[in-house]
Structure formats: C-alpha cells, structure tokens
C-alpha cells in the first residue's frame, strides 16, 4: 500500500528538498508542487481563481505519480509492502494559502481537504535561512512564523498524525527519516496482528 506522506509549510522551508531527499533514500516517486510549475508558465500575479486551478492541477499530478508509482512497485505492493510516497503541499497549503492571501477558501478545496487520504504530514519549520526565488513572496519571519502557527494550529485539530521537521543540513533529514521508519514499521505491525 502507498504511505502518502505530505510535507507542508511556509515557503522556504526546506520542502522540495526534503521531499526529493526522502525519495531518493527510500527508492520512490515523490510529487512537486504544482504551484511552482504554473505560477512559471502563468505568471506571479495570480487571484483566487488561479488558486482553484492550482488545486484541481496538484490533485491531477499527485494521482498520475501515485499510479505510476503503483505500476512501478507492483510486485512490492503485492507482497503487502508498504511503499512511501512523498508528497510536496496539499490541499491544507491550498486552504492556508487561500485564507491567508484572500481571507476565503474555494469549496472544491475544502471537500477535497476531507475527502482525500493522507497516512503522515511533516510540517517543516522555518528555522532554515530565506532563499529568494521568483515565486516566493514572504521573506520576512516575523510573516513565515505566522504561516507556521497557522499550519500547526490546523495540525493539531486534525486526526492525521504528524511529525515536525526542524534543524539544520543533515539533522532534518535523519529526523525524517526514523519518522518514515517508524510510520512504515507501524503500519506492518498493524497489519501482520
């Protein structure tokens, strides 16, 4: 069975990198952000409409890697392995990112939020420095450690477990790391009782 892991956050938190890491360790696929791609293509100056399509796209790509992560581990995933697959921002970034910028969120993405499941999140803290990039819009911490409350906040009122990522270089990576361990060790021991 696929572990869909999603790691969120506030930008400039190590996600994609962690998100490859991870996958490159444990020998799998792993889903980018959908956001990125688009905002290149469409441009930086986006509305809430764009958010709606950015959403309808990351779901799209999670889909089209889990099936072919699937393919891929077929005879894996036929034995009852479970096989992590990483996934960078979900439709919680979708919700936050909406609320945050235009004080709303679209419907299609709040019933996306409840109805999909996700085994693990890894919310990663901004502990790390900023790195400016076209698409990033908050270099500030005092605005990136708000974002992080609000993320945790909506963490802790939420059934999914979740483990936080901080630290710096190599320390985030192990931290990940036994966390996915654990979630994979978990998951076999629940199954094989």
Known sequence: MLKKIVIIGPESTGK??????????????????????????????????????????????????????????????EQDYDIPYFIDTDMSVMKVWCEFVFNKCHPFIEEQLAKRKVDHYFLCQPDLPWVKDQLREYPDLATREKLFTIYRNWLENQSVPWTLIQGKDTERMQLAVRAVNRILESSYVTDSQ
């Not at 959908?34 to 809430?48: H, S």
């Open 16 to 77: 994609s990198t962690l998100c490859q890491q991870l996958a490159e360790h444990f020998e799998t696929i792993w889903c980018p952000e959908y956001a990125r791609e688009y905002l290149l293509t469409n441009g930086t100056d986006y509305g809430f409409q764009d958010l709606l399509t950015i959403a309808k796209g990351q779901i799209a790509l999670e889909e089209q890697l889990a099936d072919k992560l699937e393919q891929r581990a077929a005879p894996l995933l």
